[in-house]
Nanobody, 127 residues
Framework: QVQLVESGGGLVQAGGSLRLSCAVS????????VGWFRQTPGREREGIACMSSKDVTPYYSDAVKGRFSISRDNAKNAVYLQMNNLQPADTAIYFC????????????????????WGPGTQVTVSS
């Protein structure tokens, strides 16, 4: 069973930056697609950045494209999300997941098919 723990969230002013980390255990990350998702109260979890195990261009949702960047360090079994120019609309709980190989668009667009999540990390952006 893959276990995930997110960290790095916090309170930041609009225009600021944060870097989220996801520690993965119980699996070799090399062969997994990885992704970041977020959720706010009353709304479904949405995929915002997903990355395959191969050298394929990551997928980003329109809401974060150009501001967020996903990366991975297979040697450390870790996944990262660099978030720049944060806005109040980015306030949410952020989750990561790792799954067997899948097209990155599908991974992000079909959040409801994923069942293995970490506890999440809260990101709050003040105006």
């Amino acid at each position: 069973q893959v276990q995930l723990v997110e960290s790095g969230g916090g309170l930041v002013q609009a225009g600021g930056s944060l870097r989220l980390s996801c520690a993965v255990s119980g699996a070799t990350l090399d062969y997994h697609a990885v992704g970041w998702f977020r959720q706010t109260p009353g709304r479904e979890r949405e995929g915002i950045a997903c990355m395959s195990s191969k050298d394929v261009t990551p997928y980003y949702s329109d809401a974060v494209k150009g501001r967020f960047s996903i990366s991975r360090d297979n040697a450390k079994n870790a996944v990262y999300l660099q978030m720049n120019n944060l806005q109040p609309a980015d306030t949410a709980i952020y989750f990561c997941t790792a799954v067997p190989p899948i097209r990155v668009e599908y991974m992000c667009l079909m959040a409801n098919i994923h069942s293995n999540w970490g506890p999440g990390t809260q990101v709050t952006v003040s105006s």
